[in-house]
């Protein structure tokens, strides 16, 4: 055996003791505190608002006549409304749809940012030129007043093509942080071998640049979660997001705000439980940002 | 640098214009006005409807180019033309201007200074108690949003009223009281008592945004061999802080600015609306479900026109604090 031989044998010997990427985020990521703190309360947050109403004996359709506006008790966990509702059982319906507006949301929103920041810096010139001139346009609005001017299209029940415009409106600053990073991408050796190679520049895009800022998207579409919700939250509550009779956290905090003073429980149940769920995903994002970045365990 | 301001203002106003008038063209075809003749009673004749829309241009049996064509000229003379009762929506929004003027600004010296000190001093003694517990709390802080925070504050003060004072200290509702007799003295205090809740419920936000930000980028420079070369020189160590960490620090702090700024408009509108002040904000809510087009492209410009001159002062800004920009 000659030393190259050796050396060689020795290279793939601790090449495969090296463990996966996933891997290695995941074990830095589970042993921070915040990591461990976000993934926990978050997963209860679903298994509740998935899992809750399978327990509850109401329903969040259920009137009961004989308890209007009562306090908290064992037969109505979080008390009752005027209507007589359930207020465990509405909260945990406006929670699932809460949570399935923010990660779709999310996931449509860092898509679409992207795809508009890796194709203006990877193809520069005048497409960089007009993808930029669209997302400093899309900027200069405020998201909220744009969606509240569109509110009356997603009318009643339209709660997809709400999600839809929702994201529209939330990918504009990943999307110039996306197209810095493409541009430096570009010039790494494997996407120049690739275009010599004759891979045509769309695929590449989705083969190597994309794929190459995924810690950077996997960051900011967790980030962008909480930001759904808290916009969703935001628009319900003044009427311009869900519309009945889909219930959100922004109409449940709408309506219980009206009548927080004397009966509490419709407020702080629901403020609650939309901070935790917020809290929780601030927590993994924060936590899954060190655990991509190699520099920041050494600062500690 | 002339030259380089000039070029960013032609850019901005090219921005405002185009943005204004997706603004209208959205607020034309999203909009009906017509609907707000439906529930009269007795109901009007179309004619008389179609009539009273077209004088007010609103009238979606127009063409939408050509509303915008008449909104478009009637702006550009500074006329952003009429509400859905006739009123000229000029008059209306220079009283609410003001309203809102005093709130965001008050809201953003507040926000953005008592951020930059609450970060450079949790950077400082990083890992302190100080530290940790600004951390703590500013991730508290970014989850709640500010119609949460209002209304929460609201109830706080109600109570503390109630139990702790036993009269009113915070009044939860309006700019000011109506009908007051106590002089000058008395407004202003009266003022201030309508303008702390308000004031918190916007900047709270902004200090936590603001504090997270300062302290990664005190951070960064603390240990640059600039500030140990201002050390060694002989200045203080507080000197050297301010003078060449702290200044240092400011500069992508300053460029952040400008995006947060949307953000407290959003934030500035729901204060409003929650706590009752009349400014834009609250217009613009109550013109999208009256279906007034013409107010809410107004508010629209005017919303432009205030994230882009907060774009250009912090160009300045970043000016002044960086002399590298300045050649």
């Keep these: 055996m000659t030393l190259s031989e050796e050396q060689l044998a020795e290279g793939f010997g601790a090449v495969s003791k090296v463990p996966s990427r996933t891997r290695v985020v995941a074990r830095r990521f589970f042993a921070s505190t915040q990591g461990r703190i976000g993934f926990a309360v978050l997963a209860l947050m679903f298994l509740l608002a998935f899992a809750g109403p399978l327990i509850s004996p109401w329903s969040y359709t259920d009137k009961d006549f004989t308890a209007f506006m009562q306090p908290p008790s064992t037969r109505h966990w979080f008390g009752t409304l005027q209507t007589g509702s359930d207020v465990f059982a509405v909260t945990l319906r406006g929670m699932q749809k809460s949570l399935v507006v923010g990660l779709l949301a999310a996931l449509i929103s860092t898509a679409l940012a992207a795809v508009v920041g890796s194709f203006g810096g990877y193809f520069l010139g005048w497409t960089d030129r007009t993808l930029s001139w669209v997302t400093d346009l899309l900027l200069v609005l405020p998201a909220f007043l744009v969606l509240a001017i569109l509110s009356p299209v997603f009318g009643p029940g339209q709660w997809a093509l709400f999600v839809v415009m929702l994201a529209l409106f939330l990918w504009m600053v990943t999307s110039k942080i996306v197209r810095g990073m493409a541009i430096s991408v570009k010039q790494r050796e494997f996407v120049q071998a690739a275009r010599y190679m004759g891979v045509p520049p769309v695929r590449i895009i989705f083969r190597h640049v994309i794929p190459n800022l995924s810690s950077l998207l996997i960051v900011d579409a967790t980030l962008n979660v909480s930001t759904a919700i808290l916009t969703e939250t935001s628009l319900s509550y003044f009427g311009f997001g869900i519309q009945p009779p889909d219930v959100s956290f922004g109409t449940l905090i709408a309506d219980g705000s009206k009548t927080a003073v004397y009966a509490p429980w419709t407020f702080w149940f629901v403020a609650g439980l939309l901070v935790v769920t917020v809290l929780a995903v601030n927590l993994i994002g924060d936590a899954l940002r060190d655990a991509f970045d190699p520099s920041s365990g050494r600062r500690r | ?327």
């Design chain 2, 1 to 327: 640098m002339a030259g380089f301001l000039a070029r960013r203002l032609l850019s901005y106003a090219v921005l405002v214009s185009v943005a204004a008038s997706l603004a209208y063209l959205l607020a034309a075809t999203a909009l009906d006005p017509r609907s707000n003749y439906a529930d009269r009673t007795p109901k009007p004749p179309p004619a008389v409807v179609d009539a009273q829309l077209t004088a007010l241009n609103l009238n979606d049996k127009t063409p939408l180019l050509q509303r915008y064509a008449t909104w478009a000229g009637g702006v550009l003379h500074g006329d952003f033309g009429k509400t859905v009762t006739g009123a000229p929506v000029n008059e209306d929004l220079k009283r609410r201007m003001g309203v809102t003027f005093r709130l965001v600004i008050v809201g953003l010296i507040c926000g953005s200074l008592l951020g930059v000190l609450v970060g450079a001093l949790a950077a400082v003694r990083q890992y302190g108690w100080f530290d940790r517990l600004t951390t703590g709390l500013s991730f508290l802080v970014l989850a709640v949003p500010v119609v949460v925070l209002a209304n929460v504050l609201i109830l706080v003060a109600t109570w503390a009223n109630e139990n702790v004072f036993g009269r009113y200290v915070f009044l939860v509702s309006g700019e000011y009281s109506d009908g007051l007799t106590t002089g000058f003295l008395g407004h202003l205090v009266d003022r201030l008592q309508h303008l702390i809740l308000p004031t918190i419920s916007l900047s709270v936000g902004l200090i936590a945004v603001f504090s997270r930000y300062q302290r990664n980028m005190m951070l960064d420079v603390l240990d640059a061999d600039f500030v140990r070369t201002a050390r060694a020189k002989g200045l203080s160590r507080r000197r050297a802080l301010t003078r060449h960490a702290l200044r240092t620090a400011l500069i992508p702090v300053v460029t952040y600015f400008a995006f947060t700024f949307g953000a407290l408009l959003t934030g500035a509108t729901f204060t409003e609306k929650i706590f009752g002040w009349h400014g834009l904000g609250e217009q613009l809510i109550n013109s999208i479900f009256s279906n007034d087009v013409n107010t809410v492209a107004a508010i629209s410009l005017l919303a432009a026109v205030a994230v882009l001159a907060a774009s250009f002062a912090s160009d300045l800004l970043h000016a002044a604090l960086d002399p590298r920009v300045r050649a």
